[in-house]
């Protein structure tokens, strides 16, 4: 299957404490926290760390259909809350899940689920022209809850006909005891924005001249002339307008934010990631290609870091160490899928920290 190429950026916005007692959530709604909502015909999966193989914590939920595809298709991701471990790619996992609403329905049936409810609901809503991602009527949504979960995992064994991938040693069965000890964070709504419908508020944009104004007398840069030397104005031109803090990339990540600081997460698949910091030469070749079919990554989402202030334990207990500048996550270009498959497949998380946690280590 073809991917669609998402032509305008959408904006991921927090929009509220998602009230269990009020709400129950589903694969459809779109979340920071809480426990991740599986598809009804996909076994549940607990990644754990690459780095110190301890339980991950659920980070985000996207609900992401292809334009012109017969899938709904979900994206969760994870991250290890060691500190040891913040901050790298490795203590990242995100995985895509998808089925048909005819398996969706045949599995709520077969796990007797409450009588499914008429579903006027295009899998384009997402990514073509949405304004809502699960704010509105969340009231109405208990019939999609789905099966209850259970506590034990279901491992992917490789399949030579399917071609799926075994990733089971990334994934551990967990008891009761060990699921009360993975961090749960708090849930919140997030709603979305065209970045496009941004531009042009003259009741925010004095404010963010401002802000900008400030910036560039602070770094002793002016963001426009950056642009312009990235964009082929010669090295020398680059020099005269590089920031005190030598980091042009990150001076167009704030000049990017500054229309809304508040973002947490940007959306936009096919299209060009935004970097809080210079990139790797060589990022194209970091970036592996798919696991299960072999073909190409495109980029897809990305977390921003107003997200990290509200990543705060669901228990109240001690904050979990969580930080990050932005992380990156690519998936395959085809989002190749087989049918009747109840495992997930695993993208590529890119990680970058943000630059000014170095200036306090």
Same mark, same amino acid.
């Given at each position: 299957?073809?991917?669609? #190429?998402?032509?305008?950026?959408?904006?991921?916005?927090?929009?509220?404490?998602?009230?269990?007692?009020?709400?129950?959530?589903?694969?459809?709604?779109?979340?920071?926290?809480?426990?991740?909502?599986?598809?009804?015909?996909?076994?549940?999966?607990?990644?754990?760390?690459?780095?110190?193989? =301890?339980?991950?914590?659920?980070?985000?939920?996207?609900?992401?259909?292809?334009?012109?595809?017969?899938?709904?298709?979900?994206?969760?991701? !994870?991250?290890?809350?060691?500190?040891?471990?913040?901050?790298?790619?490795?203590?990242?996992?995100?995985?895509?899940?998808?089925?048909?609403?005819?398996?969706?329905?045949?599995?709520?049936?077969?796990?007797?689920?409450?009588?499914? +409810?008429?579903?006027?609901?295009?899998?384009?809503?997402?990514?073509?022209? =949405?304004?809502?991602?699960?704010? &509105?009527?969340?009231?109405?949504?208990?019939?999609? %809850?789905?099966?209850?979960?259970?506590?034990?995992?279901?491992?992917?064994?490789?399949?030579?006909?399917?071609? &799926?991938?075994?990733?089971?040693?990334?994934?551990?069965?967990?008891?009761? =005891?060990?699921?009360?000890?993975?961090?749960?964070?708090?849930? @919140?709504?997030?709603?979305?924005?065209?970045?496009?419908?941004?531009?042009?508020?003259?009741?925010?944009?004095?404010?963010?001249?401002?802000?900008?104004?400030?910036?560039?007398?602070?770094?002793?840069?002016?963001?426009?002339?950056? &642009?312009?030397?990235?964009?082929?104005?010669?090295?020398?031109?680059?020099?005269?307008?590089?920031?005190?803090?030598?980091?042009?990339?990150?001076?167009? !990540?704030?000049?990017?934010?500054?229309?809304?600081?508040? +973002?947490?997460?940007?959306?936009?698949?096919?299209?060009?990631?935004? @970097?809080?910091?210079?990139?790797?030469?060589?990022? %194209?070749?970091? #970036?592996?290609?798919?696991?299960?079919? %072999?073909?190409?990554?495109? !980029?897809?989402?990305?977390?921003?870091?107003?997200? #990290?202030?509200?990543?705060?334990?669901?228990?109240? %207990?001690?904050?979990? &160490?969580?930080? !990050?500048?932005?992380?990156?996550?690519?998936?395959?270009?085809?989002?190749?899928?087989?049918?009747?498959?109840?495992? #997930?497949?695993?993208?590529?998380?890119?990680?970058?920290?943000?630059?000014?946690?170095?200036?306090?280590?």
């Amino acid at each position: 299957m073809a991917s669609t #190429v998402q032509e305008s950026t959408l904006i991921g916005l927090c929009d509220g404490d998602l009230d269990c007692k009020r709400y129950k959530s589903s694969y459809l709604t779109n979340k920071v926290g809480g426990q991740p909502d599986w598809l009804p015909v996909i076994s549940q999966h607990f990644p754990r760390c690459r780095r110190c193989g =301890a339980p991950s914590a659920h980070v985000v939920q996207v609900y992401c259909p292809l334009e012109a595809s017969p899938f709904h298709r979900i994206l969760h991701l !994870f991250a290890c809350t060691h500190a040891e471990c913040s901050g790298h790619s490795e203590s990242w996992t995100v995985l895509r899940s998808q089925s048909t609403e005819a398996e969706v329905a045949a599995a709520q049936t077969r796990t007797r689920c409450a009588p499914p +409810q008429e579903i006027n609901l295009s899998t384009t809503d997402w990514c073509d022209g =949405a304004d809502d991602w699960g704010v &509105e009527g969340e009231e109405s949504k208990d019939a999609w %809850g789905g099966p209850e979960q259970n506590t034990k995992v279901s491992l992917t064994e490789e399949n030579p006909q399917t071609g &799926e991938v075994d990733i089971s040693t990334r994934f551990q069965d967990l008891t009761l =005891a060990q699921l009360k000890d993975v961090p749960v964070f708090r849930a @919140f709504f997030i709603s979305v924005v065209e970045e496009s419908d941004l531009h042009g508020k003259d009741d925010h944009m004095e404010h963010v001249q401002e802000l900008l104004r400030d910036y560039e007398r602070r770094e002793g840069a002016v963001v426009g002339q950056l &642009e312009e030397s990235d964009a082929g104005g010669g090295e020398e031109k680059y020099e005269k307008s590089r920031p005190k803090h030598g980091d042009a990339a990150f001076c167009r !990540f704030m000049k990017t934010i500054s229309l809304c600081p508040e +973002q947490i997460l940007r959306y936009c698949r096919g299209g060009k990631p935004l @970097f809080i910091s210079k990139p790797p030469s060589n990022m %194209g070749d970091l #970036v592996l290609a798919c696991s299960s079919c %072999g073909g190409s990554r495109t !980029f897809e989402l990305q977390l921003m870091p107003a997200l #990290v202030s509200l990543l705060q334990r669901k228990d109240g %207990g001690s904050e979990a &160490e969580l930080e !990050f500048g932005t992380v990156l996550v690519y998936t395959c270009t085809n989002s190749c899928w087989t049918s009747g498959s109840n495992s #997930v497949q695993e993208e590529f998380c890119y990680v970058q920290p943000d630059p000014d946690q170095r200036l306090f280590k």
